[in-house]
Structures are given as C-alpha cells and as structure tokens.
C-alpha cells in the first residue's frame, strides 16, 4: 500500500487486477473457505466486499466492507456485474426485507 491510506487503484502507486481462477485454483479455494467463515458471524449484512490477500500460509482477510463499491470488481473484470446471479441476489433481498417489514409491523402493532 505505500503511502496510500486506502487501497484504492485510482490512488498514484495502486493496482487492481483481475483473479486468475485457474492459475490459483488453491488460493482461489482458501479465499472462498475464508470469505465464507467471516461471514458466519455477519449474517445481518446483506452483503459483504471481503479484501482478501492470498499468502505462502493461505487467504487472509484484510478487512470487511458492509458498503463495498461493485466498480473495482466492474473494472478489474471489464464486465458489469448485473446479470442472473445478480437478479438473483436483488429477488432474495427483496424477499427478506418484505418480511422483515411485515415482522416489524406486528411487533410495533403488539405494543
């Protein structure tokens, strides 16, 4: 990181790069085993941007992101994330905050 404060790859001396799947499939199997068990605990966040660094010793978690920007990911891919797998999240969020809502309205009107 430098003398950047933020990781960010529009920061002088940053870079961004796109994960080679294939050409790290152990890292890519530690990071995906990590991301999962630090999400246990967080299972009110609908959504999590995980900074993960692959190391000789296996994924560490860097930090969380309970807001994480969708355009590094857009840029470092050069693809937009919108698509099925996103339509699919957004339906399943969608889903829970309705009932969270409706859970919500019978508590406030039981009291």
């Not at 933020?6 to 085993?33: E, F, H, K």
């Not at 992101?65 to 355009?71: A, E, H, K, M, Q």
Request: glycine share 10%.
């Amino acid at each position: 990181m430098g003398i950047n404060a933020a990781a960010n790859d529009w920061r002088g001396g940053n870079l961004l790069g796109q994960i080679d799947r294939d050409g790290m499939p152990g890292c890519m199997v530690s990071t995906c085993a990590r991301a999962r068990e630090g999400a246990r605990p967080m299972r009110h966040a609908p959504l999590i941007g995980w900074d993960i660094a692959c190391t000789a010793e296996g994924a560490v978690i860097v930090e969380m992101n309970g807001t994480p920007d969708v355009l590094l990911v857009q840029r470092a891919d050069r693809i937009g994330v919108l698509g099925p797998d996103c339509d699919a999240f957004l339906a399943k969020q969608r889903a829970h905050a309705s009932t969270h809502r409706r859970r919500m309205r019978n508590l406030i009107d039981t009291y």
